[in-house]
């Protein structure tokens, strides 16, 4: 599986998923014409992506997919009746006949691989994150959610890849020049999650004889650093050493192999 973070923040996030049989995204978060440049960049063809899942309608996840699927390739989309719900009668009308609405905690398959809905904490119409298992690896995205129920640890145990948000520095968030309201609903159970939450998670879920790949995730441009991340997880964690930190951003293309 080969797996490339082509955006990831608050300006936009979308992730592409390629295996033997499938070719998919997690969101579309970015222009279209900035999504095409992307997946050149990358040499993989965006016309050979047949399937689209969407965590949530915040425009930071869905900006580019009016046009996207106004091009006619997209034929599955996944999402839920939330989700679906909070888009546009604009969008809606352009979705493929091959829409499922998904729910938390309810698997489904594109192909070979097994895909395990969510539930996320997030001011948004029904979000969710996703769990995949394909072959003997399996992978978590999970992003826009202000805390994550421990009931989900077990599913979220030592997974090979966590595409994971650290949002925000704390400190610098409330030092910051936004408005109360804003650093409000970003520390807030339905925010983002924070350094310090997100390493306290990851040191929950990944045990001591396991390694893990962990991308930092929607990070904020001006209340955070790969220096603030890494000090959080030297902090927090047990054993530092049972993952390796990369550092996602809204320009860097990202690539995993596993």
């Known amino acids: 599986m080969e ?10 996030n979308v992730t592409y998923f390629e295996t033997n049989h499938k070719r998919f995204l997690i969101d579309a978060g970015i222009t ?10 990358i040499c993989k ?15 930071d996840h869905i900006k580019g997919l009016k046009v996207l699927l106004k091009q006619g390739f997209i034929q599955n989309v996944f999402l839920t009746k939330g989700t679906l719900d909070a888009l546009g009668k604009d969008i809606q009308d352009l ?3 091959n829409t499922t609405i998904i729910r938390a ?26 769990v995949l298992y394909y072959k003997d690896k399996k992978v978590v995205l999970l992003t826009d959610t202000g805390y994550v129920d421990d009931s989900y640890d077990d599913v ?29 609903r970003i520390l807030g159970e339905t925010g983002h999650l924070s350094n310090e939450d997100a390493a306290i998670l ?36 047990d054993d530092p050493t049972k993952i390796e930190l990369k550092i996602s951003s809204q320009e860097t293309l990202e690539k995993i192999k596993l």
């Open 3 to 12: 797996i490339y973070i082509l955006a990831s923040g608050s300006k936009g």
């Open 32 to 41: 279209f014409s900035n999504l095409n440049q992307k997946m050149k960049a």
């Open 45 to 59: 063809p965006i016309e050979n992506v047949d399937t689209l899942l969407i965590t949530h309608e915040h425009m």
């Open 95 to 97: 979705l493929p006949l």
């Open 105 to 130: 905690d309810e698997s489904f398959y594109l192909e070979d691989i097994q895909v395990l809905p969510i539930m996320l904490s997030h001011d948004a119409n029904e979000p969710v994150g996703f």
């Open 156 to 184: 979220l145990r030592n997974a090979d890849l966590y595409i994971l948000e650290a949002n925000h520095d704390p400190y610098k968030l409330m030092h910051s020049s936004r408005p109360f309201m804003l650093k409000k």
């Open 202 to 237: 990851m040191n929950r879920i990944v045990e001591e004889n396991h390694f893990a790949i962990w991308v930092a995730a929607h990070i904020s441009e001006d209340c955070n650093s790969a220096l603030d991340i890494e000090e959080a997880i030297v902090k927090i964690f």
